[in-house]
């Protein structure tokens, strides 16, 4: 029972906020908003008892893209995007499309039969978490290392002023 | 050499394509080449000549094409007939040859002289060697086109174009009714070899009506070629060609081809029941003979005179065959080529020197061009037929054959030679004697390339008689070498031969009065026998009866055909071609609307199409996943339902 | 009514087609950004709920889940250095002016 209460309100905190970041015409409530949602999402990873997961996505998400997010609004349009309009004239078409997505997804979502295992996750699931990056999935981890250096150099060649 | 014999003809066909390809660069402008081809054939046909008199035959024969199950074969064939007939177109031919260099010296068209001659002195030998119809009808055929060729050699003349028109037409009428009788022999025979067809008619299989038919048919075809009546009225014309022309063709070979025929085939008419094909040739050569020889007496171009007198002189060929005088007749062919040859040649010495053909500007010539007027006057006499010369002994043997057979072609026989010798001497005593009646030529004698032949001409014309000669202890050499063994000949008779000569020495004494010592003018001849001068001026009027019974109904069929053929032939074709042009102009109309239309459409379509779609790419990253999002949306509806 | 798979699922898809919806009729370059993440977020909602669910024992959900974080992270990081720079040059980040692949 508490579960379950604890699961819907922890839906909503991520999906009624999500529908703030997307149809909110004022672009620093929207970036504003993803706070929230990726909160929501924090908690539903908790439930999943992926506390690791869930500490990063706090750290990372709400944390740094949320002001990565923040930070580029104001250096580009700012405050003055507020007066412009936001939503462009695909509107129909893309609450449409993304009615119908919705639909088939959860029709394949409920038709289908998961193969649900009952098991026991490790209980300090972040050394488990780390023995993996480790052992199995090292390839993984020193890939991802790699790319975080590209993305960071290239960020800033990317950014940088010409002069 | 007598298997070799088909170099004869091969020579001078050869010398026609070297000369008509390389003419001018060639040594002499052809005229060497010529000469010389000819000259080897003339030393080939004496070796053979001198075979044939000591017994050599010779035959060859190769099958060229069938027509249904009957073979067409060519060869050749040489026997005493032939061997005669080789001699006396290669000699008098090369003889003629060399005067041609000098009578045509400067003429523009001087190469392709010689190249037409050389043709002709092919085409005549071929013909006297075939063995068959059919070899001996392309060599007839080919002459008369050399024939046509030579006379209008001078074409920018009007008279001359016309003249080698009529001569070809002419000759074709004759020619058609030769190839009836050919055509005629070979559906009867099955077979146009020589020897098949007299074997024939030695069997019998070929008698009677049948074949009097083919051998009057087959001498149609002579009555063209050699100018008898009525096919005579284009060898006067002809006389419009070069004197060379005239002393080879129309005098001494080709117009003696029909001669030829007939005594090639002289079996058919021979065999004719009661020999009445002969009688026809008798009498045709007879009338011919007579009524050509009149002519000649008023004549004053001095060409026309020779032309009718050989004219008449196949006439008395033809008479003598017919009386069953074969020797005679190919005897009086042989002696009339060199005289008559020599004649012309001289004549053409005299036309040469006074620039024109009228005996009535002449005159007094003998002082000045001696060597013409001795060889012209051993030609005269020969012609007239005073012994010893050639004419004498041909003509006499003609005569008495006639005398023997039939007394009216004796009567006729006779008064032609009376005839004869005075239109001779008329030519003669007008041409060189009295004195000069031009008061602008000035006449002087021939170069010696046109001499040297008269002189050579002449020297046969004194002795070839003396072949056919009744010698003591030999007997007649030509009868004995050329004869046919049914129509055994009459013996010699020294009275008859007297007679002959005496009709003779009358025409020339005749003539003498008349017009060498003036004793009777000639004026006063022409008013005496009035009617008789005007129907011999207008030459029995021949020319006229053709011109009216055959020339204008002619004439008017083929206008009515150009009109049928303008109107309505051009009409239907003009009427094609406006129809296609109509219909043309619908096509364009399909072509420009629905054609067009429908290319226009396919390009109008893609614009179209191309300038709605081309909004599709908006540029616009959104608009673009847009479409993705759609089609993951289709594909997983589509995976769902399966 | 039992908290199972399919529930953290539907939630997942909803979130995942919110963000589609932004990502779609979003003008601002940076609020499709903004959309690109929450579908992320969404992916890994269901890595992890499959995790979960399907194979507890193994751990490769939470794996796969951090590393899509992590990327996430570069990405927009990229992302955004983009965004300055083209409106350092356009003058506009809003996307529907951007259409230099017009035809």
Known sequence: MGELAAFMILSLVTLIPAVVVVTSSNIVRAALSLVPTFLGVTGLYVMLQAEFVAGIQVLIYAGAITVLILFVIMLTEGGTGVRTRQLNDQVPLGAMAAVWLAFVLIVIFTRTGWPTAAGVLPAYNVVAVGNAFLSDYVLIFEVTSVVLLVSLVGAIVIARRED | MLQVAWLIPLLPFIAFWVILFRGRRLPGEGAYVAIGALGLSGLLSLVILGQVMFGGRYQATMVWATMGDRPLAVGYAVDPLTAVMLFVVTVVGSLIFIYSVGYMHGDPRYPRFFAYLSLFAASMLLLVLANNFLVLYAGWELVGLCSYLLIGFWFERPAAARASMKAFVTTRVGDFFMFLGILLLFFTVGSLQFDAVFAAVQTGSLAGPLLTLAAVLIFGGAVGKSAQIPLHVWLPDAMEGPTPVSALIHAATMVAAGVYLVARTYELFFSSPDHLALTVVAYIGGLTALMAATIGIVQDDIKRVLAYSTISQLGYMMLGLGVLGYTAGVFHLMTHAFFKALLFLAAGSVIHAMNTNDIKEMGGLAKVMPVTYVTMLVGGLALAGVPPFAGFWSKDEILLEAYHHDRTLFYLGAAGAFVTAFYVFRMIFYTFTGSLRSHTAHPHESPQVMTVPLIVLAAFSGVIGLVGAPWPLVGNMFHRFVHFEAAEGAPFDLRFAALSTAIAGAGILAAAVVYRWQLVSSATLRRVLAPAYAVLVHKYWWDEFYAVSVVRPVVWVAQQLRTFDVYAIDGAVNAIGVVFVWLSRLYRVFDLYVVDGAVNLVGWLAKAAGGRLRHVQTGRAQNYLLVIALGVIVLAVIGLTR | ?103
């Not at chain 3, 898809?13 to 969404?42: D, K, P, S, W």
């Not at chain 3, 951090?66 to 990327?71: A, G, P």
């Open chain 3, 1 to 103: 009514m039992q908290v199972g798979l399919t529930s953290y699922l539907i939630v997942a898809a909803l979130l995942f087609c919110l963000g589609l919806y932004g990502v779609l009729t979003r003008r601002n370059a940076v609020a499709i950004l903004m959309g690109i993440e929450l579908m992320l977020n969404a992916a890994n909602i269901n890595l992890v709920a499959f995790n979960r669910f399907v194979a507890p024992a193994a751990v490769a959900g939470q794996v796969f889940a951090l590393v899509i974080i992590t990327l996430a992270a570069c990405e927009a990081a990229v992302g955004l250095a983009l965004v300055m720079a083209a409106y350092r040059s356009l003058e506009t980040i809003q996307v529907d002016e951007i259409n230099l692949m017009k035809w």
